[in-house]
């Protein structure tokens, strides 16, 4: 059933054993007559939440609410939220957001949820997954997909199995170990504030009238597919293909979320039929035309927020790695000790080369293993930018240096960011960016 009106939303933003908050302007409680305002920390003491100021010692079994009097005007600051979790650019930073702020207690822990309306929650991610700056056109493609994302997660049915809330699939025996992971469904909240859902980072990285525009003139936009909410994938850049949705997680194909070449023609002089490796490897380290092989700094630096700018090159990317750093990393990985490693094999690829199986050689151990991501955890000390490469070796029959070429940076699921960048800088209106990458989708206003 497609929503009539604007939903609220509840976003998850820190769980800690103590947070630290401010809060600036009026913000009231249920049943407590005084305004507040000024330098909170929260806490539990005796499995109470106990949020303590200068003036105002605050006590709840198990939830505490803050609403503004004005929210758009007022706001909170919370300390220390860590942003890019298990990626190279994890960090913590100081958030700003407005609307209501609630603390409830889950566990041992306690939990700050921003509710917000689902409009204003748009601005702030389409910002915070790339910069305000973007042009309009990509921007609103980004709203839509984002808006149609989310509806799609809080409007479908809860899974009932155990196995399936995890939304993770796990298989091993003694030859084959197969993992693929998606976004789990959270039990306190809607969504969460980072990467694993969507990036939300408050008012923090909204710094241009572009964000309040796209949201404005696509308000109430989403993408369908069979009267159903298209569950919208995206990523930083699909590498000049775009990956389908069944090989990266569960075997559900969706026909909104197959494989696009990421061009106006296909490419001339290369064979996309990754079956073969011949085809395979040609691709990866080759140079083909699309439209997120792109290096326009002017573009990038519209596109990408401050952190992911310290990505370079991503398009085709090389890293390297001796003998001792890639057992090490898979035995750390893994926990299994495959010994020195001889070989890491292909042995089956998606519709952009991703490898969606591999094949780890050691001289004590071999075993398959995948799906997409886990293909990355494993041979990185966070991810790989993705799983589209091939793997070099130099040395004897003990390989002493592998060197591995990729294409791509992330899933290469549906919308290619930097891709719809490209052709929004072109000309691209954001409907045919958007039908570009979901093909059997239609878009339409529910509210």
């Known amino acids: 059933m497609l929503p009539n009106e604007e ?15 401010e809060l600036h302007g009026d913000f009231r409680l249920s049943g407590y007559k005084e305004n507040l ?34 929210p758009e005007s007022e706001s909170f600051l919370i300390k220390d939220v ?26 041992d822990y306690i939990v700050a949820i921003n509710i917000i309306p689902l409009e204003d929650y748009l601005t702030s991610v389409i910002s915070s997954e790339m910069s305000a700056k973007s042009s309009v056109e990509l921007l609103k493609a980004q ?8 509806l799609s997660h809080i409007t479908k049915p809860k899974k009932q199995n155990s196995k399936k809330e995890k939304q993770n699939d796990f298989s091993e025996n003694d030859e084959e170990r197969i993992t693929w992971y998606d976004r789990s469904e959270h039990k306190l909240f809607d969504v969460c504030a980072d990467d694993h859902c969507q990036r939300f980072q408050g008012v923090t990285k909204i710094i241009s009238d572009s964000a309040f525009s796209a949201i404005e003139r696509t308000r109430g936009i989403i993408l369908l597919h069979n009267k159903e909410i298209c569950d919208t994938r995206y990523s930083k850049c699909c590498g000049g293909i775009t990956e389908s949705f069944e090989n990266v997680w569960e075997p559900d194909k969706h026909e909104y979320l197959t494989s696009v070449v990421d061009y106006k023609y296909e490419p001339e002089n290369f064979k996309t039929d990754f079956g ?16 997120c092989n792109t290096k326009d700094i002017r573009i990038l630096s519209h596109i990408l927020v401050d952190y992911d700018r310290e990505t370079k090159d991503f398009y ?3 890293t390297e790695y001796t003998q001792k750093e890639i057992s090490g990393l898979i035995h750390k990985n893994t926990s299994i000790d495959f010994g020195d490693i001889l070989d890491i094999v292909p042995l089956e690829r998606g519709s952009s080369a991703r490898l969606i199986k591999m094949k780890i050689i050691g001289t004590k151990k071999s075993l398959i293993v995948g799906k997409e991501l ?19 070796k130099t040395g004897g029959e003990v390989p002493d240096k592998f060197i591995i070429r990729g294409a791509g940076w992330g899933h290469g699921v549906g919308f290619c960011q930097i891709g719809g960048a490209v052709m929004a800088e072109k000309g691209y209106m954001f409907d045919e960016i958007l039908l570009h990458y979901f093909q059997n989708a239609v878009l339409k206003r529910i509210y």
């Open 316 to 318: 085709r990317w090389k």
């Open 143 to 150: 709203a839509v997909v984002a808006r149609s994302w989310v």
């Open 37 to 70: 305002s000024g330098v909170f920390t929260a806490g539990l003491k005796n499995n109470s939440i106990i949020c303590s100021s200068g003036k105002h010692n605050l006590q709840a079994e198990y939830e505490i609410e803050f609403i503004p009097a004005d």
């Open 82 to 107: 860590t942003i890019g979790k298990k990626f190279h650019w994890e960090r913590k930073e100081k958030q700003r957001f407005n609307h209501t702020l609630k603390i409830i207690k889950d566990g």
């Open 276 to 291: 073969s490796e011949k085809n395979a490897r040609k691709w990866i380290t080759g140079n083909p035309p699309a439209f």
């Open 374 to 392: 886990e293909i990355r955890r494993i041979l990185s000390q966070t991810h790989l930018y993705s799983s589209a490469f091939v793997v070099d």
């Open 7 to 21: 939903p609220q939303l509840n976003v998850g933003i820190i769980k800690d054993k103590k947070i630290e908050f």
